[in-house]
């Protein structure tokens, strides 16, 4: 008897897993979260199909798929990270084109700081010490990290800025530093603004999309893909879908 | 809350902990009772996952294992599926990281046995395996208790070497200290904060329950 319970134990332990293998998983840049999850939602009631998504910067995802990880699709932040995955004949031809990112200046309610469009005040806030601390993503390896560079370059200020710099490995982490109110905001996603309940928290402005070069975020559909991921690359691209993303702030390519 | 993250801890960490532990014993048992040339070095090289940060360790195994390299790919041909960003991969993973807290433990519980007691066990006729089932085994018995419930809960707050060679993957690879991160990056903090008081809970009432153990075993031994 004991024994039969221990095989009953151990079948329940690995079910999970036999069963979550089937569902395709999508590989997805941290600044889509929210938007992709209500896409994914839709699918699945749309359609009665699955998927599931891991979200992280986009050199990460890049990196993790080069060492094999067994994502079918992938959603960058930018082309060139969709793009490199094509050059290393791990996804078909081309990176297709999926949304334009937008940033977005934020901080804390807490924080009493004004906010513009063209971050007019923030030279001013640290000349005067008002700024202790900056988040952004890490520019390295997230696209959105290296656009909110450009734009602290664009205004004049990185050189001032850089040592208050908080880097979020991406820029999803990067937005929950801002949201604490141990800093004084940073630049993150505008779609990670538009998330339930984040209006109570913090305060958002889009920032002026002629302050950095345009984030052309592109996808691919990798090699190994299956027909549900199939489906879904297809449906991202749904007239419904793009809704969802304008809704979240993203523009949609022309 | 994640139930399938909790669910896939505690699988992960029942497996570890499962094939380590019996290995350990032998291993322990090998290294209390043997002197050999190059011991030192043995024992250095099994603690050495004790102050090695485990981004280290996932770092080699990402590099030594993942599809660019030859062994990552032979495996990957023999096995049918990648060791990285895969749960085998987390299982090896924590094998690994978990050397020492399996090792130390029992290995001292085994030098605590006085010779006079092998001895005996030897004159009564019992041949290496019987001496260690019958009179080793329940001697070092809350070593290997303590190995195991070590063993088993450092597992499941494992969290570098899961980040480096695991990918987040639902069902597959995020274990419940990667979903907490998760969860924190999607600013559900609620469901970040449920999640950290389970896992505080269970450091507590183990480490609880292996003194009490301990302590229980000692009281019947005297």
Redesign the interface.
């Given at each position: 008897m004991i024994r039969f319970r221990f095989v009953l134990f151990f079948l329940m332990l690995f079910a999970p897993t036999c069963f979550a293998q089937s569902i395709p998983t999508v590989a997805a840049a941290a600044n889509v979260r929210f938007a992709l999850d209500k896409i994914q939602q839709q699918f699945e009631q749309d359609t009665g199909k699955q998927v599931r998504i891991s979200y992280g910067s986009s050199g990460q995802l890049m990196q993790q798929i080069k060492h094999g990880a067994p994502f079918e699709i992938f959603l960058s932040a930018n082309i060139d990270y969709a793009q490199k995955i094509v050059d290393a004949k791990l996804a078909p031809p081309p990176a297709k084109i999926y949304a334009i990112g937008r940033l977005a200046i934020m901080h804390n309610k807490h924080v009493k700081l004004p906010l513009s469009n063209n971050l007019a005040y923030l030279k001013q806030e640290l000349q005067q010490g008002k700024i202790q601390r900056f988040a952004i993503a890490n520019p390295d390896h997230a696209p959105y990290g290296a656009r909110a560079k450009d734009v602290l370059q664009a205004i004049g200020v990185w050189q001032q800025i850089q040592p208050k710099l908080l880097y979020g490995e991406n820029v999803a982490q990067a937005a929950q530093f801002a949201l604490s109110n141990a800093s004084q905001g940073g630049i993150v996603a505008l779609s990670l603004t538009k998330a339930k309940g984040f209006s109570e928290k913090a305060d958002a402005v889009a920032i002026d999309a002629k302050l950095h070069p345009k984030l052309t975020q592109a996808m691919v559909l990798l090699n190994n893909a299956s027909d549900t991921a199939k489906a879904f690359y297809a449906y991202l691209q749904s007239p419904k879908a793009q809704q969802t993303l304008l809704d979240f702030g993203f523009d949609l390519p022309k | 809350m994640d139930w399938?993250a909790l669910?896939?801890s505690?699988?992960l960490s029942?497996i570890t902990t499962l094939i380590l532990t019996p290995i350990s014993i032998l291993v322990a048992r090998a290294l209390a009772f043997n002197q050999f040339r190059g011991k030192a070095w043995v024992e250095a090289l099994a603690m050495t996952p004790l102050i090695l940060p485990p981004t280290v360790i996932g770092y080699y195994l990402?590099v030594g294992f993942?599809?660019?390299s030859w062994l990552?790919q032979t495996l990957?041909t023999v096995l049918g599926t990648?060791i990285?960003?895969?749960?085998s991969g987390l299982v090896l993973a924590s094998l690994l990281v978990n050397i020492p807290f399996a090792l130390q433990p029992i290995q001292r519980a085994f030098e605590a046995i006085p010779d006079d007691v092998r001895d005996a066990a030897a004159c009564c006729g019992l041949n290496r395996w019987q001496s260690l089932w019958k009179v080793e085994i329940p001697l070092v018995w809350p070593g290997v208790l303590t190995a195991i419930v070590l063993c088993f809960s450092h597992v499941l707050g494992e969290f570098g070497v899961v980040l480096m060679i695991g990918?987040?993957?639902?069902?597959?690879t995020?274990t419940l200290s990667i979903a907490i991160y998760?969860k924190?990056?999607?600013?559900d903090f609620d469901a970040a904060g449920i999640m950290s008081l389970i896992l505080l809970i269970f450091a507590v009432c183990t480490l609880a329950f292996t003194t009490h153990l301990t302590k229980k075993i000692g009281v019947n031994r005297g």
């Open positions: - | 399938q669910l896939l505690i699988k029942v990402l993942g599809q660019q990552g990957q990648p990285v960003f895969h749960f990918g987040n993957i639902a069902g597959e995020k998760d924190v990056q999607a600013f």
